[in-house]
C-alpha cells in the first residue's frame, strides 16, 4: 500500500485536489474530519479542550465552537500549540490505526493522507510521498475571505499562523498549482496519480 500525503497552505486548493484524487480511485483519509469526531462531546480531546480553553468554546449543542476556538488560537501562537498538542497526537494514532486497518484490507491502495500540518507536526515522515498545493497568496486570502467571511485581518492572521507555502513546497514530491482553472488542476493531479500507479506497482 501506498501512503501519500497531501497537504498546502489553508484554502490552497487542498480540498478539491483530495476530491480529485477521490474520483481518480484513491482512499482518502481526512485528518480534519477525524480531529473533529475526535473533539465531539463525550471524547477525551473535547474535556481537555474545555479545560484548557473554558467554556466560551462550547456551543449551545454541546459541541466544541470551532470557529470561537479559531478565533482564540489563532490570534495567540502558544494557545494553538496547546491545541495541537491536545490534538495531534490523537489524530495521528487514530490516523496509523485506519492505515494498518486498510493495509490489511487493500494492500494494493493509494492512500492519500490530507492533513493542513503534516509538514509542521512532521508526521510527513512516516509516508512514502507528498503532494503540496499551491496558489499565490492574494488568491489565499480571497478564497479563505469568501468561504469563512472573515475580515482582511484575520486572513492574514490565519496565514501567518501557518508555515509558509514555500517552506512546505521544498518538502514536496510533487506540486499542484491551484491558481489557474480547476481543469488545469484537474490535468496535474492526473499526471500524479499516473505516477503513483507506476510506484505502488513497483512496490507490489
Known sequence: MLRVGL????????ST???????????????????????????PACREIVDTFGSEVVAGDGTIDRKRLAGIVFAD?????????????????????????????????????????????????????????????EQQVERLMARTGLSLWEAEQRLAAQLPQEE????????????????QTREQVMQVVEELRRLAQSAA
Do not use: F
Open 7 to 14: 497537504t498546502g497552505g489553508i484554502s490552497s486548493g487542498k
Open 17 to 43: 485536489v483530495a476530491d480529485l484524487l477521490e474520483q481518480l480511485g484513491c482512499r482518502v483519509l481526512r485528518l480534519d474530519a477525524l480531529a473533529r469526531e475526535l473533539m465531539a462531546p463525550g471524547q
Open 77 to 137: 501562537r502558544t494557545k494553538l500549540e496547546h491545541l495541537n498538542a491536545i490534538v495531534h497526537p490523537r489524530v495521528i494514532e487514530r490516523t496509523e490505526a485506519l492505515l494498518a486497518d486498510l493495509a490489511q484490507r487493500e494492500p494494493d491502495a493509494i492512500v492519500i493522507v490530507e492533513a493542513a500540518l503534516l509538514v509542521e507536526s512532521g508526521y510527513y515522515h512516516r509516508l512514502d510521498k507528498l503532494i503540496v498545493t499551491w496558489c499565490t497568496r
Open 168 to 183: 512546505k513546497r521544498r518538502r514536496a514530491d510533487y506540486e499542484i498549482d491551484c491558481s489557474g482553472t480547476l481543469e
